[in-house]
């Protein structure tokens, strides 16, 4: 038994930074965007770790890494992300912004996937993040997985275990901090996962010296890929304002915190 | 309003519909113009107050599962002819909603927060960018992240029920895996969210950690006050790299840009620096209190209403003290 694991991952601004909307004729981005240092998105990059745990358990498994962001920035992230997994990478020369339309942003990553050579579907999971932190809609991979007829499909994945007839038991987030259990029968299945169980591995040079034998080239042949608009339009896209005046309190023991605190609880 | 309206719900284990399912109903309403409720589930109660209910029931739809309720959803959308569909952001219909938007060739959002019925506004760049947004394309699908809070309506609807061809189902829901009822940490309809940072496994002024006092304290607090239980992404890391931490936080707790963005009444954070990639899930915390012993933290920058600067062990160790007497 092995697997063909396709793991969509687009790459968002660091999380530590400090975000800012501007208007642009193509509608809302970010202000410097393209000096944001930037990051794998963190749920997918949890999925992409699933997926190589998954593929080292099942000789003969693959991983591709399927990307859509601008080339140049994801040049720079990828030398990081090809320490911690073994993968092929698909690059998609795209703008990475979180205003682009979940519907157009499937419609690329389908095509890319369907057009992977030596695709077998009876051995494919396509995994991804549940939703992304740029535009964190957790919509793409469903349509995605319409597009490539996979009618399996699971959100919020914190756990896969393979059983002994093939069958997949997954665990999905489920409302209350509980978790649903579902058994799939097998491949084709789209997992969006949420953070799983795994911790990041650690970085390993050897993987990243045997992936940088197919990353270049895979960036370079990386095809500008427009994105379609659709009939979407933004009327504003802002920082809210939400400072609060703070009050910092010194001088209390810790006993007149609790009392304090337990009149704000109870009240 | 020139758009059919259907709000899709779907009913709870009980064949109830639940409070998310109710305030969607009551969003619908308050648009106005052509109003109908979808409902899926095995058995399903029409809700009253509204003039049409299409209705998809049985046994295979008792389950949340995507094949089925994508198929579901789909017949009730062609059905009614609606060109917006409303949805609570439920984990059945965020699964399967936007796939049943590719295949009527329509357009979805989540999580939007108000919608007029021309605008709807919905958060980006996890809760730090809020947009106001309009869609040309139809149907257009709505998951709703909060209603408006459900009124009764009197009236019998009309029902009519729509036939489903299923598609083979290959996916069979086996269970629900819910931590026991003295273990559950995560409370959505809780009054109050308590979160604790790393700082509670940190060592403390003797030089040395205390983790499983910091257990015990947060978990006596939970117990006095049934609190929801949050927790920054560092302190649920370090118990994945499997460090002696707080044992009962998974990563179902985290809060902030790589976890939840609960809604809660008020919020108290202990030990943990206020640090902007957390603080976003804190975005709908209507009453923000921290403790913690740096006064400069990132809650003394116009995150919090009221920043104590004390020892939080001190503090919840009276606190439980207090709220348990």
Known sequence: MSYQIVVCAGIVPDPLQTLEPVSTPAGPALKNEAMLPHVLDPWAACSLHEAAHLAKQFAGSKVWLVSLAPKAKLQQVIMTVAQKAV???????????????????AAVLADAIASLPGLDRSKLLVFGGWESASRSSGTTLQILGERLGILEQFQGVDQIKVLENGALEILERAEGGCHQVSVCDGPPAILGWATGNLPEPPNNPQVGMANMRTLMPALQRAKSTPLAAGNLAYQSAAVPKQQRDTRIVKNLSAEEVARELAAWIRG | MDDKILILAHTEPNGSLGKAALDAIETGRALGGSLAVGLVGEKAQPPRGVPFVYVVEGAEFAQSRYASDAAAAEALC????????????????????????????????????????????????????????????????????????????????????????????????????????????IRPDADLLF??????????????????????????FLAATRASLGSSKSLVDLSGEGQSVLPFLSHLNQIGQTGATPRHPKGLATCCHGEEPHVVGWRFIQERRAVNLDPNCGWARGKADILYVADAFEVVAKLNALLSA
């Not at chain 1, 993968?87 to 942003?105: H, R």
């Not at chain 2, 940072?197 to 978990?219: C, F, I, S």
């Open chain 1, 87 to 105: 993968f092929d990478l698909v690059a998609l020369d795209a703008p990475s912004s979180g205003f682009a339309d979940s519907a157009a942003v």
């Open chain 2, 78 to 185: 062609r059905a009614s002819g609606a060109t917006l569909v409303l949805a609570a952001g439920t984990s059945r219909w965020t699964r399967a909603l936007p796939g049943v938007a590719q295949r009527l060739d329509g357009r979805i959002d989540s999580h939007v927060t108000a919608f007029d019925g021309e605008r709807a506004t919905r958060w980006f760049y996890r809760q730090r960018i809020e947009a106001v947004l309009t869609r040309g394309e139809r149907p257009w699908f709505l998951l709703l992240d909060a209603g408006l809070p459900y009124q009764p309506h009197e009236g019998e609807p009309r029902v009519e029920h729509v036939s489903v061809t299923l598609p083979p189902l290959r996916t069979r829901v086996t269970g629900i895996v819910a931590p026991k009822s003295e273990q559950q940490t």
């Open chain 2, 195 to 220: 979160v604790a940072g790393a700082g509670w496994t940190k060592k403390q002024k003797d030089g040395q950690t205390h983790v499983e006092e910091a257990g015990n304290l947060v978990l006596g």
